[in-house]
Each structure stands twice: as structure tokens, then as C-alpha cells.
């Protein structure tokens, strides 16, 4: 057995393993036949488990035959030939990809034992884990891809199930309606994504990171594209990578997805996910090298969402929300790395906060039920002082910072003032024009909809 | 003109007819539905033994063995090619997965033995081409929608006038086209009006208000079988396609663009699920014409794919609100029912088929959005990014549609809720099909490429025939009525 064919058998294996997990929950729940929670926990073991391994592996491998670039081809899974339409499916295990994926296995897999007990009988247990394994999907396509298209297939599938579990506990109105906000965000950011994808492929003829990035692994590779490209293109990235990690003006989202269970809270937002557009910036960051405008686009982005992020970590009265604004403002910094050209650093940064953050995470629930013993204990709530640097501050100006961060910086309320309701009122109008036609040429109100009741459900309506 | 080797579509013609005879005399409703799904099994059989056979023959088109038509008219009235030979079996499976999905509770109200008739129309009309079988069929398909909103009291006048123009406009188009074949405006003006009634037939906007008058008035079964076939766009790529100049077609294709954006968004601030599906079926098939109006081979392929995909998305899609329906009444948008823990298959199928809709990867839809953003992009590079807009204002309208229906709130009920054997099978299949045919494309997009190819050496060879295609060419059709 050759060396090349062990790397595509092991490559073949990480890649496969989180799908076939995915392939079995979704058959067993499509065939009404849910699969019970130790079968459940045990196959989510192995998919780990044999994801990471050969992942380790192959890392040991590359370090033994001192090669820094294994790309795993597996062919054309669509291709016209005439028109010269290929989506290819190519796999890159890099230095890059090779930390981001076992950093992805080992998370998910704290996650994953986490949960069986944390959900352990919760009626939506089966939901959580075909949810998970729909993101453990995407995170490893989307942290190994070798073209932009594939890349692109991971990244719907983990926004996918994001928005799903922060909707977890559904049978509440606020896990769904911010769930719903979130899907929203994402999706804006998947169109900017998807038009950036499409534009690069007309100004290079490329998908493939290799041919993008021209000649050098990862980092050292030149993109071959212009400064001016290279903005239009990375502005569109840099849009979907704000949207993916909520930097601003996205970050209204974060907080929201708190809502979630701790597990996937723990996962998404502390460890992978809300890195993952930092890990697209890393991904392309040839092209940001080509334009100094885009840079300090990138930077300020950065530094602002950093900025936003610790005064509202500042403010939040629940330790979720806290913790969720302190990954805001590392994932800004991370960013701010990235514009810098510091990408070992960046890439090293990353897999320590995501590390730490999960713990954080996970430990939330219980952290709290520990700062209660505590006070039990002293007889009195524990004192929090101002830092000396806060106290040279003038009062005025810390309360301002104290309802800006609070108010979450008016975000949300800029997103939905100047973008979301005029576009809402002006469909709302035109439905308007539509019914007076309607009627017009009925000659009598025309929707029976208008008829329609709340909740038929509750009234007995049910067959 | 090769010849298959069983008359499949005069079978898959005539059976729903005979179908609809003999159920129009079963006074037991559950009698009825079942001899109506095992019509529809036939039908579907016959459409399929259709494809296949045309598949293996390797030509462009074909008719039918022992034609009778032919042999009665003297004329090839029915012919299958490439572009219409997957249609027949598409149309079948949706006629069959709304009659298995109909439940007990709809069966009063909707009409088995017209929706066969229906189903016998569409299927002929699929196996036509242009000429004046095909006007007659498309105006007539018109009149069993209207049959039953007259027979339950429901205002017609919406739907009248916009069909009473779509059959005119057509009529006087095609008769123009026929009779006077001389070149240069005459031919303009009869493209003119051709055009003009394919898209009011698509519900292209202003022209959509039909669509949604429809659900309103009409059972939920016969508006999404009136829609879900996409025969407007059929009218589109047999009438409009093969004569329009290039500047027309651009003007559609834009046109078309901004429904498919405009519905997108409409969807959005509907507050009831039949009015919410209609705006996202029309967002949907505005896309399909934007890619048939492009006349690239790429643009057509991926015209011709999501055409395919939005039909059974889409048909789940409404089959799973009309399951919904049936069991707890018409649905409003404004507030959470939280029927998840109730009918957790149904949740899940709403959900599989609306992301199949808006082409999320690996499901059906995925490759043929892909292909045609591409396409559109390669024509229109700015404005064709509104097609990504309107895919992602989709995906908003679904995702907010599933939470409403399906979460919210906690439903407790004594009722049991749950998915039926009928309605199991059907979503089976469907998933199967959008699942397989998101794991394995290229089969698909293969066949769909060569048609697109073919269709395209049709639009050139028209174009370069000119004037002298306008004065004796009737396009791409072996019979003139």
C-alpha cells in the first residue's frame, strides 16, 4: 500500500464518518423509527471516534513523509463536459484544515457525551443529535473542502442546524422567533457567499482553493487575481463571514442563540461555529493579501466587533449572553489577526478559544449552582469592583457605555429601522393594492383567508 | 418518426378518463378515492413505461405504437421528445401523491372524477407540441378549476377574467401566427400575444392575482394540481421559445426575475399557509422561466432541472400543508399552532421538501439552482444575482413557515394527529426521489443538458431560417391543426 493510498483511505474515512452517522439518524426519523438514546450515543461515539482517528493519523503521516498539502479527490459528483461545469469534490487536508478538524472531532465529541446526559429523556433527544450530526456534517466539509462549492455545502448545513437548535425548546416563542432572526442573518450571509463563489469562478474559471490561491500551500500561496477582484470578492467574503461569526453589524444574533441548550450553545457559538467565518477569511486569505483596502476592511471589522463585544460582555445579567459577547470579542480579534497577516497566530488563537469557551460553556449551569453555594456559604453576595481604569472614567460616559452595551448597541434596532421594516412595509402595501384589486373585480371582498381562525386547533377543529 | 413500442401515452391518456367515468358513478367517497389512487398507479405506470422506452430508443422524439390518433386524424397529434418525455411521469406522480394524501376529511369536498379528467388534459397536453391540439387542451384545462369554485358557491370572477384573456390572447396568437405567415411585424405581434398568454397562464406578476384567487376559492388539492405542473412554462418553451427574438426574451427573462423576487417577499408577509404557498410556488416558477428565457444551454439545463425539482418540492411541499389542513382546518400564518409533538413526520417533510424547494445541498433542488445561477450570472452578471436574493428570501419565508405551523407553543390534543398510511407512502416517495436525486445528480442533469442542447439547435435553426421560417415553419411540431 502506497503512502498516497493510505492518505485517501484515511481521508475517505474523516470525511465519510460524520455523513454515515447523518445518513442513519435521518433514514431511522424519515421511517418514523427514531433510533433509542443509547444506540443514539453509541453511534455518535463511533463517528467520532473513527473520524478522529484516521484525522490524527493522517497528521502523523504528513509529519512523518513532510508534506504539507494532501489533497483527497473524489472525482466529478456533477459535470458537464461541453459546458465546462464541473463540481468537483476535493477534499485538503493542510495546516490549515488538519488543526481546524481535529480541533472539530474532539469538540464534538466532548459535546456528544455531554449531551447524552444532559438531554438524557428530554422528548427531543433524537432531534438534537440528527441536528448535531447534520452539523458535524457540514463543519468537517466545510473545514476540509478543496473548492469553494464544497465549502459552500458544509456551510448551509451548518447554519442549517443551528437555527434549528436554537429553536430546540420550540414548544416556547422566543427559542423560535430567535431562531428564525438567526436563519435570517444566515441566509443573507449564504447569498453573499454563494454570489461571491459565482464571481470568482467568472473572474478566475476556478473553484478549486489550489487553482484560487495559486501555487503554495497554505499559507504561502499568491492568489491570482487583481486588487480590484480581489475586493469585489472579498468584500462579499467578508459579508458572509460577518455574518457567519456575528460581527457587527450582524452580532445582534449571538445573544439570541443562547437560547439554545447548552450543548449546542457550547458547540456552535463558543467552539466552531462562530469561528467558522474567521475560518473562511483564513481559507481566502491570498486574496485579502492582494488588496490593502480589503485588508483594513477586515481589520476595522475586526476591531469594532472586538470593541462592541467587551462592552456588551460587560453589561449581560445572564452568564450565557456574558460568555457569548466574550467569544465575540475574541473572534474580533481573531479577525483583526487575520487582516494583520498573522494567521498562525489567528489559527493558534482560534483552536485555544474554542477550547476554552466550550469548557466555559458547558460548565455554565453548573457554575452557577457553584457561585450560589458560595454565597450560601459567606453569607453575602460577592463583591464586583470597578477595575482602576474604569474609575479614572468619567460617570457620564461609563453609564453611556453601560446602555449602549445593554441595548446591545443598537444593532438590532438599525438592522430593522433602515433594512427590515421599510422592506416589510412596501410588500405589506402592495399586498394592499393586491386585495383592492382583488375585490375590485369580484365585486366583494375576495380573501376568505381574512376568515380564517387563530388557533382551529384549539376550537375542536381537530379530525 | 421513431415509433415506441406500446402505446404508453394514449394509455396514460385514456385511463384517467376511464377513471373519471367510472368513478363519476361511485356514490361511496372512499370507494372513489381508492379506485382514483389505483388510476393514478396505472397512469403513473404507463408515463413511466413512457420514459423508459423513449430512453432507450436514443432519439430526440417519438409516438406512439398503434397511434390512434393518428390513424383516426391522419395527423401525429401526440408526440414525446426529449423535453417533455420526464414531464408525463412528473405529472402522474403528482396526481398520485394528492390523491394518496387525501384524507377522509377532504374527500367530500374534492372532486375525484374531474381531478382525473384534469389529469387526463395535463397529460395530453404534455405529449403536444405547438399547435392548435395544444391551444385546445390549455384553454380547457382551465374550465374543471372553475367548475368546482362555481359548484361551491365560491366568486369566479377573478379567475374568469384572467383565464378568459390567457384563452383569447392565446387563441388570437396562435390563429395569427397560422393563418397570415407573413414575415417581420405580423410575426412580432402574434409572438406578442403568445407570449402574453403563457405568462398570465405562469402568473407572472401583475398578472399573478389569478393564482392567488385560486387557493382562496378552490379546494387545496385541484390549486395545487392546477399549478404544480408548471403548464405555463410548458406553454413558454413550446409557443414563445422557438420564435421569440433575443431582445424578448432577455425582457421576459427580467420580467420573470422580478416576480420570482416580489413573490419571494410576498410569501413573507402572507398570514395564511394556502396564500404563503402560492407566493412561493410563483417565486419559484418565475425561476424556472427565467432560465427557459435565457436560451443558453446552460441557463436551459438548469431551467429544465429546477422545473423538475420545484415540481416535486413543491408538490410535497403543498401536500404536507393540505395533510396539515385536513386535520386542523385552514391555517393561519399569524400565530404558533406548535403541532410538531402531533404529526413530527409531517414537521419533517415540510421541512425536506421547502429545502429541496430553495435548492439546500443535497437535495434535489441543489444542482439545478446551481446551473441556473450560473446561467443567469453568465448573461445578466449584476441583475443576476436577484436570483440568489430570491433563493434566500425563500429560505426566510420556509423556515418562518415550519416555525409557525409546527412550533411555538404546546398542542395538546386526545385526536390523534399523526401521519397515515396513504400519506406515508407518498412521502416516501417523494423524499426518495429528492434525496436520491440530490445524492445523484448527474444522471438527471445529463438528460436535461441534451434536451437543453436540442432545444437550443431549435431556437438557432428557427432564428436562422427567418423570414423564411415565418411564412411556412410551424415550430417544432409535426402536425399543424
Redo the contacts between chains.
Keep these: 500500500m502506497t503512502v498516497e493510498l493510505l492518505f485517501h483511505l484515511l481521508g475517505v474515512a474523516v470525511v465519510a464518518s460524520p455523513n454515515i452517522l447523518l445518513a442513519i439518524l435521518g433514514v431511522s ?4 423509527h427514531p433510533l433509542d438514546e443509547a444506540v443514539t450515543g453509541r453511534l455518535t461515539s463511533a463517528a467520532v471516534l473513527f473520524g478522529l482517528l484516521p484525522a490524527v493519523v493522517i497528521l502523523l503521516l504528513m509529519l512523518a513523509v513532510d508534506t504539507r498539502y494532501v489533497p483527497i479527490e473524489l472525482g466529478d ?4 463536459d ?2 465546462h ?1 464541473h ?1 468537483h469534490l476535493k477534499f485538503v487536508f493542510d495546516r490549515l484544515s488538519v488543526p481546524f478538524t481535529i480541533l472539530s472531532f474532539v469538540l464534538c465529541g466532548v459535546v456528544g457525551v455531554f449531551t447524552r446526559r444532559y438531554l438524557h429523556r428530554d ?1 427531543g433527544y433524537n432531534r438534537f443529535f440528527l441536528c448535531y450530526a447534520c452539523f458535524f456534517s457540514g463543519i468537517i466539509i466545510s473545514s476540509l473542502a478543496g473548492t469553494i ?1 464544497t465549502l ?2 458544509g456551510w ?2 451548518v447554519g ?1 442546524s443551528s ?1 434549528l437548535l436554537i ?1 430546540y425548546f ?4 422566543n427559542p ?2 430567535n ?2 432572526r438567526v ?2 442573518v444566515y ?2 450571509a ?2 453573499a457567499f ?2 461571491a463563489a ?2 470568482l ?2 473572474l478566475t474559471g476556478e473553484g478549486d482553493f489550489a487553482g484560487l490561491m495559486g501555487s503554495g500551500p497554505w499559507p504561502e500561496s499568491v492568489a491570482n487575481i487583481d486588487p480590484f477582484h480581489a475586493l469585489l470578492v472579498g468584500s462579499l467574503l467578508l459579508v458572509a463571514a460577518a455574518g457567519k461569526s456575528a460581527l457587527v453589524p450582524f452580532s445582534g444574533w449571538l445573544p439570541r442563540a443562547m437560547e439554545g441548550p447548552t450543548p449546542s450553545s457550547a458547540v456552535f457559538y463558543g467552539s466552531l461555529s462562530v469561528h467558522l467565518g474567521a475560518y473562511l477569511l483564513l481559507r481566502v486569505s491570498p486574496i485579502l493579501d492582494q488588496s490593502l483596502v480589503l485588508q483594513a476592511m477586515v481589520v476595522i471589522v475586526g476591531a469594532v466587533s472586538a470593541l462592541f463585544g467587551t462592552l456588551m460582555s460587560r453589561t449581560q445579567t445572564d452568564v450565557k449572553n456574558a460568555l457569548a459577547y466574550a467569544s465575540l470579542t475574541q473572534v474580533g480579534i481573531i479577525v483583526v489577526e487575520i487582516g494583520l497577516g498573522l494567521r498562525y497566530l489567528a489559527l493558534i488563537h482560534i483552536i485555544g478559544h474554542a477550547a476554552l469557551r466550550t469548557m466555559q460553556l458547558l460548565r455554565a449551569p453548573s457554575l452557577l449552582r457553584d457561585y450560589h453555594n458560595l454565597e450560601n456559604a459567606i453569607g453575602s453576595r460577592l463583591s464586583h469592583s470597578s477595575t482602576p481604569l474604569m474609575q479614572l472614567l468619567p460617570l457620564n460616559f461609563r453609564n453611556w457605555c453601560y446602555r449602549f452595551g445593554y441595548e446591545r448597541g443598537f444593532l438590532d434596532t438599525l438592522l430593522d429601522n433602515w433594512i427590515t421594516h421599510p ?2 412595509q412596501f ?2 402595501w ?2 394592499s393594492m ?1 386585495r383592492r ?2 375585490d375590485w ?4 371582498p ?4 381574512d376568515a ?7 376550537n375542536g ?3 | 418518426m421513431p415509433e415506441l413500442h406500446f402505446p404508453w401515452m394514449e394509455v396514460a391518456i385514456l385511463l384517467p378518463l376511464a377513471g373519471a367515468l367510472c368513478v363519476h358513478f361511485f356514490k361511496n367517497r372512499d370507494l372513489a378515492r381508492r379506485l382514483t389512487i389505483v388510476t393514478c398507479m396505472l397512469a403513473l405506470v404507463s408515463a413511466l413505461g413512457e420514459w423508459i422506452d423513449f430512453a432507450s430508443l436514443g432519439k430526440f422524439e417519438a409516438h406512439d405504437h398503434w397511434d390512434l390518433f393518428a390513424l383516426l386524424f391522419r395527423k401525429e397529434a401526440f408526440v414525446i421528445d426529449e423535453l417533455s418525455a420526464p414531464l408525463l411521469p412528473l405529472a402522474a406522480l403528482i396526481y398520485l401523491v394528492t390523491a394518496l394524501s387525501t384524507l377522509r376529511t377532504k374527500v367530500g369536498r374534492f372532486s375525484f372524477s374531474w381531478t382525473l379528467v384534469s389529469e387526463s388534459i395535463l397529460l395530453a397536453t404534455l405529449c403536444c407540441r405547438a399547435s392548435w391540439t395544444l391551444v385546445v387542451l390549455l384553454v380547457v384545462a382551465t374550465i374543471p378549476p372553475w367548475i368546482e369554485m362555481w359548484r361551491r358557491g365560491r366568486c369566479t370572477r377573478v379567475y374568469t377574467w384572467h383565464m378568459a384573456a390567457f384563452a383569447v390572447l392565446l387563441i388570437a396568437g396562435w390563429g395569427w401566427f397560422q393563418w397570415t405567415n407573413r414575415p417581420g411585424e405580423v410575426a412580432l405581434v402574434a409572438g406578442a400575444l403568445l407570449t402574453a398568454a403563457a405568462l398570465l397562464r405562469s402568473g407572472v406578476a401583475p398578472m399573478h392575482c389569478w393564482m392567488t384567487d385560486l387557493f382562496e376559492k378552490a379546494t387545496f388539492g385541484t390549486a395545487i394540481l392546477f399549478v404544480t405542473p408548471l403548464t405555463g412554462a410548458y406553454a413558454v418553451m413550446r409557443f414563445v421559445l422557438p420564435i421569440a427574438p433575443s431582445w424578448a426574451l432577455q425582457s421576459i427573462a427580467i420580467v420573470s426575475l422580478i416576480t420570482a423576487v416580489y413573490a419571494a417577499g410576498m410569501a413573507l408577509v402572507q398570514l395564511e399557509a394556502r396564500r404563503f404557498f402560492c407566493y412561493l410556488f410563483l417565486s419559484n416558477a418565475s425561476l424556472v422561466l427565467v432560465g427557459l428565457e435565457l436560451a443558453t444551454p446552460i441557463g436551459l439545463t438548469g431551467a429544465l432541472c429546477v422545473w423538475l425539482s420545484v415540481g416535486i418540492s413543491l408538490t410535497g411541499f403543498g401536500i404536507t400543508l393540505r395533510g396539515v389542513e385536513s386535520r386542523i382546518g385552514r391555517i393561519s400564518l399569524a400565530d404558533y399552532h406548535g403541532l410538531y409533538d402531533q404529526m413530527p413526520t409531517l414537521a419533517g417533510f415540510f421541512l425536506l421538501t421547502g429545502l429541496a424547494s430553495i435548492g439546500f445541498p443535497a437535495t434535489v433542488g441543489f444542482v439545478g439552482l446551481e446551473l441556473l445561477i450560473e446561467g443567469v450570472v453568465d448573461v445578466y452578471p449584476l441583475i443576476g444575482t436577484a436570483v440568489v436574493g430570491a433563493a434566500a428570501l425563500n429560505g426566510i419565508a420556509i423556515l418562518l413557515g415550519y416555525f409557525r405551523i409546527f412550533t411555538g407553543r404546546r398542542h395538546r390534543t386526545v385526536v390523534s394527529l399523526r401521519i397515515r398510511p396513504t400519506e406515508r407512502v407518498a412521502v416516501l416517495l417523494l423524499s426518495g426521489l429528492i434525496l436520491g436525486g440530490g445524492l445523484f445528480p448527474q444522471p438527471g442533469v445529463e438528460s436535461r443538458h441534451h434536451a437543453a442542447v436540442e432545444l437550443s439547435r431549435q431556437r438557432i435553426g428557427a432564428k436562422l431560417e427567418e423570414p423564411e421560417a415565418v411564412a411556412t415553419h410551424a415550430p417544432t411540431d409535426a402536425s399543424d391543426d
Design positions: 426519523t424519515l421511517l418514523g459528483w456533477i459535470a458537464i461541453e459546458e461545469f463540481f422528548a462549492e459552500f455545502f448551509e448545513m442549517l437555527a429553536a420550540h414548544e416556547r416563542e423560535v422567533r431562531g428564525a436563519w435570517s441566509r443573507l449564504d447569498a454563494l454570489v459565482i464571481t469562478h467568472r422592506i416589510l410588500l405589506r402592495s399586498d393586491e384589486w382583488t373585480l369580484s365585486r366583494e375576495s380573501r376568505e383567508s380564517v381562525e387563530l388557533h382551529p386547533e384549539v377543529r381537530d379530525s
